[in-house]
Structure formats: structure tokens, C-alpha cells
């Protein structure tokens, strides 16, 4: 089975670093996904991990560990309108097929 | 132009009720899904297509049921609407062999009376 952790709830204020953790176990892993959402709105694509590593895009960074099934989200520079959902995902490869199995997700409150 | 596109975006309907949420990508991707995100903002999936066979299916109960006339479309049916189906759903469509992220339709926001 599945298995992805990440903290319920996060605060940090204007123009802060903020460090989102996720943890996951799984048995068939070929990548690790964050999503943004804010509410009433769809997931939007942050950044995507496969190999181990630090991958950056402006303000955004994610980190991937596989050996210690281990991502984090780093946002840099924090804006009120990061104000959202972060959500780990993992896409998981099994005999059956492709999965992208999804965190219960860390809601982030930036305030001024 | 629209990627991901699911209709109706609202849907209020009595219990008993049968419903049907229609999806559509214009991606050329191959493997689209169905999912359940609830109050608590949880995303769960329900259901994995991949050139039109059903290749994931968790426990989700046999009132729901996915369709996939072709590639580009995968419609969810709901039988017998109970209140606890009360959600938002979403559609998203992939290239399962890619690197690249899956996309997202707006969502459908069904509430059960």
C-alpha cells in the first residue's frame, strides 16, 4: 500500500522561508509531485522529483530523498498569496499501472 | 484553450438520485482519473484509466462506475446518490510514461440533499 505524511497546518508571515515536509512510503515509486490549491480552486503543478535532489524554480525548490522516502517544498520570500494547500503526491507503479496517490495536504497561512 | 474540462461545475440533487459528471482532455494523454477531495480537503483517488481499461479501482462503493468512451473522455455515474457523496470531484488526465504532471479540471461540486 500507500502511505504519505505531511503536517496539517503551517503559518509564517511576509517574506519568510517556509519548509514543508513530507515523508511517503511506497512500493512501486517513479516520482514525487507538490501541487498548490487554493480554496475552491483545482491543484496547480509546483514541481516534480525523481531522482534525488534539490530542483528550483523561482521561488519555489523541492528536495527529494528516495533512500529516506523524504520531499520537502521550500517557498522563499513568502507573499500573502501563497496562502493555500500544499499537497505531496506521489505517483506509484504497480503490475496494475500508475497511480498518483496524494497527502491529506498542509494548509499554509501567511499573514503581514 | 481548456486541458482538463469536467461538467456540470455545480450539482445539488436529491439522495436516490442518479448523476452523471462528464470529463474530457484535450492533452492526447493516456491515462486519466477520478477524485473525491471531501471536507477535510483530502484528495482520494477513486479511479485510474489507462487506454480505456480500468487498471486502478479502490474501495470505492459499486454505485460509482466509470465510462470512458475514447482516449480523451472518462465520465463518473453515480447510482443512488447518498448524502455522504456529498463532494467535490475531480477529473485529471496524465502521460503515464513522461515525467511530466498530471492536469487538473475545475471540479465538480456535488451536493446531496
Known amino acids: 500500500g500507500q502511505n504519505i505524511d505531511q503536517p496539517t497546518e503551517m503559518t509564517a508571515t511576509e517574506g519568510a522561508i517556509v519548509q514543508i515536509n513530507c515523508t511517503y512510503q511506497?512500493?512501486?515509486?517513479?516520482?514525487l509531485f507538490w501541487y498548490q490549491q487554493h480554496a475552491g480552486e483545482a491543484p496547480t503543478f509546483l514541481s516534480y522529483?525523481?531522482?534525488?535532489g534539490l530542483e528550483e524554480k523561482g521561488r519555489f525548490s523541492s528536495f527529494l530523498s528516495r533512500s529516506k522516502g523524504y520531499s520537502y517544498l521550500l517557498l522563499k520570500e513568502l507573499q500573502m498569496k501563497d496562502s493555500a494547500s500544499y499537497l505531496c503526491?506521489?505517483?506509484?507503479?504497480?503490475?496494475?499501472?500508475?497511480?498518483?496517490?496524494f497527502g491529506k495536504g498542509t494548509t499554509l497561512s501567511v499573514s503581514s | 484553450d481548456t486541458a482538463v474540462s469536467q461538467t456540470p461545475k455545480y450539482l445539488v440533487t436529491q439522495m436516490g438520485n442518479d448523476k452523471s459528471i462528464k470529463c474530457e482532455q484535450n492533452?492526447?494523454?493516456?491515462?486519466m482519473y477520478w477524485y473525491k477531495q471531501d471536507s477535510k480537503k483530502f484528495l482520494k483517488i477513486m479511479f485510474s484509466?489507462?487506454?480505456?481499461?480500468?487498471?486502478i479501482n479502490e474501495t470505492v462503493p459499486n454505485r460509482f462506475s466509470p465510462k470512458s468512451p475514447d482516449k480523451a473522455h472518462l465520465n463518473l455515474h453515480i447510482n443512488s446518490l447518498e448524502l455522504g457523496d456529498s463532494a467535490v470531484y475531480f477529473c485529471?488526465?496524465?502521460?503515464?510514461?513522461?515525467?511530466?504532471?498530471?492536469?487538473f479540471g475545475q471540479g465538480t461540486r456535488l451536493t446531496v440533499v
Open positions: 485529471a488526465s496524465s502521460q503515464e510514461d513522461s515525467n511530466t504532471e498530471a492536469f
Open positions: 511506497t512500493s512501486g515509486f517513479n516520482g
Open positions: 522529483n525523481v531522482l534525488d
Open positions: 503526491a506521489v505517483r506509484d507503479r504497480s503490475q496494475a499501472g500508475t497511480a498518483l496517490i
Open positions: 492533452l492526447g494523454h493516456d491515462t
Open positions: 484509466y489507462n487506454n480505456k481499461e480500468l487498471i
